[in-house]
């Protein structure tokens, strides 16, 4: 047949397409993060700031005092803050606010002194230097112990007053010859103000610190719904 009408092969057909496969999901992402322990420690102090600003103003406190300036609005603050727990360091501080005495004050009072507690005299003469020098030659001591002498005390008491031990300048001092004197017992007298002054400032840093911090349960995590089974869906073409 020239027309392909008979004796030929029927068309093949035509070959189904392949079905496709959808991807899964991915599965979803939790809805809640899991909590650091810095989010955590951010929490705790986002609640507690009354504990942080105690110890900010015991601190402004200190530098003021050690200044020399005036406490200002910081009287209320210690009133408030430290009134009920520290009555006593705060009456000390804010007694010392209205005089101050600071470190340069006491370096610069010790200076003034300095002859009338080597010698017991404001003005010695020649004669009692001279004495004084020759005395100060030979001393027996043991080879481990410091120098007894009046001067060899000054040198120690500078240096105490200058790293800001008040304690040791003024145990070093009681035993020097001027020591009776109304001029060192005024200096005494301020430093033993200093220490303590310094001692109620030391009372209130701790006291903000040892304050007992509002502890803060961190959230429970939200349950997920279970995923349901992932099936594959085939999608003729």
Known sequence: ??????????????????????????????????????????????????????????????????????????????????????????????????????????????????????TGTREETLWATIRREFSELFVLRKSDSPSPAPTQRMLRTHAFVESGNIAGAMAEISAMPGAATPAVQNWLRHARSYEQTRKALDTLERSALAAPPILVAPPAPMETPPMPETQQIIVPE
């Open 1 to 118: 047949d020239n027309y392909g009408w008979f004796g030929s092969e029927a068309p093949l057909a035509s070959a189904a397409p392949a079905p496709k496969a959808t991807a899964s999901p991915a599965p979803a992402a939790p809805l809640v993060a899991p909590l650091t322990p810095s989010a955590v420690d951010s929490a705790v102090a986002a609640v507690n700031p009354a504990r942080a600003e105690g110890l900010l103003v015991a601190i402004a406190a200190r530098r003021a005092i050690d200044n020399g300036t005036p406490l200002g609005y910081l009287t209320d603050q210690l009133r408030l803050r430290f009134g009920s727990s520290q009555p006593q360091a705060v009456i000390t501080v804010l007694q010392a606010s209205q005089a101050p005495i600071t470190l340069a004050a006491l370096q610069s009072e010790l200076t003034a002194i300095e002859n009338l507690l080597v």
